[in-house]
């Protein structure tokens, strides 16, 4: 695995457009996107350990523990040694999770590049949010309440990750309001400037 590679933390509340912008920047900086939703899922469709593992915490109604989703991540990562780098969506989220990622980063010599979260007004969240809910299908996209809570727990559970990536000068904070090609311009440039 090459040492020189770029590793981008995306962050950004319910609505900010991850997945929009992530499937640009993958495409133009050449990383694989590891989306943490995607990599539980595949897992347990699967049925692989990890996913017969996670699936019994859930059951359970528990939170699949920190070193579980570690082992699935690295095991993603394994699978792309060969990359120009990594783009990490929905991971981590506590600081827990971001000192074991560094941990994991670390046994293939390498590092987080950057935390770039995308920054929108609640308001605008909960109307893309609304919006989404239209065709997505799913029901926390179509309830004005539920929106506000996610985004609410958004802020409460990241606010502490915003303070562990600017203490090390990896925050960065991108204006995500705008057309969908002014805020993928905004992104590269930032990325390109590392």
Do not use: C, W
Request: proline share 4%; hydrophobic share 40%.
């Amino acid at each position: 695995m090459p040492i020189q590679m770029t590793i981008i933390v995306l962050f950004g509340p319910p609505g900010a457009g991850k997945g929009t912008q992530a499937s640009f920047l993958k495409e133009r900086f050449g990383l694989v996107h590891i989306s943490t939703g995607d990599v539980f899922r595949s897992n347990i469709k699967n049925e692989t350990a990890l996913g017969k593992l996670a699936q019994s915490f859930m059951d359970e109604g528990n939170l699949v523990p920190d070193q579980v989703t570690i082992d699935m991540l690295s095991a993603e990562v394994d699978k792309n040694h060969d990359a120009n780098g990594f783009l990490f969506d929905g991971f981590p989220r506590t600081v827990a999770q971001a000192e074991a990622l560094d941990v994991l980063l670390d046994n293939y010599q390498t590092n987080i590049t950057a935390m770039v979260a995308l920054e929108v007004p609640d308001q605008l969240l909960v109307e893309r949010l609304l919006e989404r809910g239209k065709t997505s299908g799913r029901p926390d996209d179509a309830n004005t309440e539920i929106i506000q809570n996610r985004i609410k727990a958004y802020y409460t559970n990241t606010a502490i990750l915003k303070s562990y990536y600017e203490s090390q000068n990896k925050y960065f904070g991108v204006n995500g309001v705008g057309s969908i090609n002014e805020i993928t311009e905004r992104l590269q440039e930032l990325i390109n400037s590392f």
